[in-house]
Each structure stands twice: as C-alpha cells, then as structure tokens.
C-alpha cells in the first residue's frame, strides 16, 4: 500500500473508531466567541469558554412566554432525565432573549419553577450581547403583541424561533433540533455520542 493511501486508510479507521455518527459534524464553531453573561444566581457565565471540556444542550426562551418557551423547558427536561448518570457530564444552558424583563432574580424564580438543579443554568446580560449571541445562533425574536394596562404598565409578546443546538466539547454545534418538539431520546443519544 502506498503511503498516502495508508494515511487515508488510517483517517478514516480513526473516524470511524471516535464513535461520533456522521450527523453530527461540527455546523458552527461558537469557541472563538466570548460572551459575557449572567446566571439564575448573577454569577458571571462566559459563553462558551464555561461549558469547555463537556458537551452542551443549548436552549433559549423568555419567562412571559404562553405557549412555546414552556414546551421547550418541558422537552428540555425530558432530555435532561433521559440521560440519567450522564447528566453530570454535560452542561444545560437556556438563554433569555428578553433581558429587559428576565432579570437573574426573574430566572431564577423560573428555575424553581422548572424544579431545575444546580447545573442547568440560565442566562442574561444586557440586550445588546443577548441580541448579538441570538443572532450568532440563530434564534430570531420580535414583538408580535403589546399592550398597556390602565395603570400604565406595557405587556408585550415575542414571536420567536424554536431551537434547540447541540454543542461538542470544544464549543461547536454538531446538531440543531426543533426546541419544543426534539425527542429526548433521539437527543440523549447524540449527547452520549459526544461523551468520552
């Protein structure tokens, strides 16, 4: 066998030896990002560089949310409970795209709520980082609804993107899913893909 054949032949041994399926080749590398963010408990997050080292489930939703944003909170915990021990070995992350009104103290009133542990965090910063990592990933958001109340204060809705990303170790998407509707199983076993 020739040299450069035997190269080849030993690549794609390696591939096939890492256990990663096809589908989740890397989409997107988000580690050359660097977002300063706050948690539910205003601890500082630095997105993606303090989820290095493990994979990720990246979901985004604002707490006024009637309808979507539950569904997703909902399918996220069902991926989250279908990894049983792994969950350990994996980062939850859920970013507001409505910073104005989700506040740490708001997130993390929503995160008893959602019953969420120590290790899913949830995220905000000011509107122009959210929008700009928003945009980064995809995630579009608008107003679609306000009102103002008689005592004068304004409600508003946003009509928004549902998606869920799936992030390797080293900060690149390797999957996007439908965010209220990704099975958590299917899930599940692309994260377990992804552990070592």
Same mark, same amino acid.
């Given at each position: 066998?020739?040299?450069?054949? =035997?190269?080849?032949?030993?690549?794609?041994? #390696?591939?096939? +030896?890492?256990?990663?399926?096809?589908?989740?080749?890397?989409? *997107?590398?988000?580690?050359?990002?660097?977002?300063? #963010?706050?948690?539910?408990?205003?601890?500082?997050?630095?997105?993606?560089?303090?989820?290095?080292?493990?994979?990720?489930?990246?979901?985004?939703?604002?707490?006024? +949310?009637?309808?979507? +944003?539950?569904?997703?909170?909902? %399918?996220?915990?069902?991926?989250?409970?279908?990894?049983?021990?792994?969950?350990?070995?994996?980062?939850?992350?859920? =970013?507001?795209?409505?910073?104005?009104?989700?506040?740490?103290?708001?997130?993390?009133?929503?995160?008893?709520?959602?019953?969420?542990?120590?290790?899913?965090?949830?995220? $905000?910063?000011?509107?122009? $980082?959210?929008?700009?990592?928003? /945009?980064?990933?995809?995630?579009?958001?608008?107003?679609? %609804?306000? /009102?103002? =109340?008689? *005592?004068?204060?304004?409600?508003?809705?946003?009509?928004?993107? /549902?998606?869920? #990303?799936?992030? /390797?170790?080293?900060?690149?998407?390797?999957?996007?899913?439908?965010?209220?509707?990704?099975? @958590?199983?299917?899930?599940? %076993?692309?994260?377990?893909? #992804?552990? @070592?």
């Amino acid at each position: 066998m020739t040299r450069p054949l =035997f190269l080849l032949a030993a690549a794609v041994a #390696l591939a096939a +030896c890492s256990g990663r399926p096809d589908h989740l080749a890397p989409e *997107d590398d988000l580690s050359d990002l660097d977002v300063a #963010l706050v948690d539910q408990d205003s601890a500082a997050f630095a997105f993606p560089s303090d989820l290095a080292g493990r994979p990720a489930y990246v979901t985004a939703v604002y707490t006024n +949310c009637p309808d979507v +944003c539950p569904m997703t909170m909902a %399918q996220t915990r069902k991926v989250y409970e279908a990894l049983g021990a792994d969950t350990a070995r994996v980062a939850f992350v859920t =970013f507001s795209f409505d910073p104005a009104r989700d506040t740490p103290t708001v997130l993390r009133r929503y995160a008893a709520t959602w019953r969420l542990g120590p290790d899913w965090r949830l995220a $905000t910063g000011d509107s122009t $980082t959210v929008a700009g990592l928003m /945009d980064r990933l995809g995630i579009r958001s608008e107003v679609s %609804q306000r /009102d103002t =109340f008689a *005592d004068g204060r304004v409600y508003y809705a946003l009509s928004h993107t /549902d998606k869920a #990303l799936l992030l /390797d170790a080293d900060g690149r998407v390797v999957e996007t899913y439908g965010g209220s509707a990704a099975p @958590p199983e299917m899930v599940a %076993q692309d994260v377990r893909a #992804l552990l @070592p």
